[in-house]
């Protein structure tokens, strides 16, 4: 099931809620100092102060889920700009910002787009001590692009990120009023065909603080495969806990000691339990290195995944309590379990990583298939499985097929090499 936060995700600068002066700034940037559809300007490009036009980049800050990705999302489709995303796991290192992006910073873009537009997520969540290199190349990148590099940050007033701020436009979203959430989670009743009540559309907004896609996880989690939602089915929603990092929430789990510590995270905005299998399932043979102990967090794990499934196959979403206490609760209170040090580093899942590194290669490689179904008039499943290959076999046959399919394409060479290189 598609996410609620990304099935409604605002997809132009009208469907964006209030926000209406971060709106206003960064078109203004754009427009000033890129090429912008003329109507689009003429809407939102309402500032022309000197400092705008002069920013090498654009850091947009705010607490989470008020908007900031979606806000460039938003932009990119609104302007027909390729939106290159980066997130905390792309840009750790200097290597692995040049492997991700490298040369597409300064060339155009492929089929169709008018421009690229980068976007470095988190920017804040950089450790300069761990994270080589990653923040002077992004200061770099930006000195050199030719394309707009727009940034977020929960905390752009870091010391060090003053580097990044010198050298940008910093502009603030705000926490959305509860007026707006309500309005915002009464559309999605709407389209969902769900009746609920003003009560418990006002506690889920009122529970979430000001961070929208909190308040829309809550309510898929409680509303998912109802026809009507009211403020009893909503009492387990209390008061928000703070936004944290994959990290703190796997920290909170195996330092749990009591069932209530468990459950409570699943409560939390920043809770992902898709994601939470993959770090839980990397990390648990590193917290217990007894194999006994790590055996049974593992099978209470795999439990859970069982239910899951069982969740997605028959859509009986009221059962997703009982598999986020078996997932939690199940891997902190396990009989045997070590005291943990004060400080202990947990690992990165190396598969999510694995898929971080391969996301541009992929998403090349489905463009060129795209357009070589388009020039031949075939499907792409017969591009991917056949015509794939047999460009493969050619090329290394003769390099000379790489020039000619480069020009045929109107792609780089580069482009071409990389993905026909075999």
């Not at 809620?17 to 960064?26: G, H, I, P, R």
């Not at 979430?208 to 109802?226: E, M, P, V, Y």
């Not at 939690?328 to 990583?353: C, E, H, N, T």
Request: net charge positive; aromatic share 8%.
């Amino acid at each position: 099931m598609l996410p609620w936060v990304e099935k409604y995700r605002p997809r132009t600068f009208r469907d964006v809620v209030d926000q209406e002066e971060a709106k206003y700034a960064l078109a203004s940037w754009i427009c000033a100092r890129f090429k912008a559809p003329e109507q689009f300007c003429k809407a939102w490009a309402k500032s022309k102060d000197k400092k705008v036009s002069e920013a090498r980049a654009v850091l947009l800050a705010g607490p989470p889920g008020v908007g900031k990705t979606t806000l460039v999302h938003a932009l990119a489709n609104e302007i027909n700009y390729e939106l290159v995303e980066l997130n905390a796991s792309d840009v750790r290192t200097a290597g692995r910002i040049k492997e991700v992006v490298g040369r597409g910073l300064r060339e155009g873009s492929l089929f169709g787009y008018a421009g690229r537009l980068v976007l470095f997520d988190e920017v804040d969540g950089l450790n300069p001590k761990e994270d080589l290199g990653g923040l002077d190349s992004i200061i770099d990148l930006i000195e050199t692009a030719r394309v707009p590099i727009v940034m977020t940050a929960n905390n752009p007033w870091d010391q060090r990120l003053r580097p990044l701020r010198d050298i940008s436009l910093v502009v603030s979203l705000r926490r959305l009023a509860e007026d707006d959430a309500v309005e915002v989670l009464r559309r999605i009743c709407g389209s969902e065909k769900i009746k609920c009540e003003e009560d418990a559309l006002r506690a889920l907004a009122r529970s979430s603080d000001g961070d929208l896609r909190a308040a829309i996880n809550d309510l898929q989690l409680f509303a998912g495969g109802k026809n009507v939602l009211t403020v009893d089915d909503i009492k387990r929603v209390g008061e928000r806990n703070p936004q944290l990092s994959m990290f703190e929430v796997l920290d909170r789990v195996f330092r749990a000691n009591w069932f209530d510590d468990a459950r409570s995270i699943s409560f939390m905005p920043s809770f992902d339990w898709e994601q939470f299998f993959a770090w839980a399932s990397e990390n648990i043979p590193k917290v217990y290195r007894d194999p006994s102990v790590a055996a049974t967090a593992l099978d209470r794990l795999s439990k859970a995944d069982i239910v899951l499934a069982r969740i997605k196959k028959t859509g009986e979403w009221e059962l997703m309590p009982y598999m986020t206490e078996i997932m939690l609760a199940g891997v902190a209170l396990v009989p045997g379990k070590p005291r943990l040090p004060r400080f202990f580093r947990y690992q990165f899942p190396q598969r999510i990583l694995m898929l971080a590194r391969s996301r541009e290669a992929r998403r090349r490689r489905e463009l060129i298939v795209q357009r070589l179904s388009q020039e031949l008039h075939v499907s792409t499943g017969y591009v991917s499985s056949e015509l794939l290959n047999v460009l493969l076999f050619l090329s290394k046959k003769d390099e000379r097929i790489l020039d000619k399919i480069s020009r045929y394409l109107s792609i780089s060479m580069t482009d071409i090499k990389t993905l026909f290189s075999g």
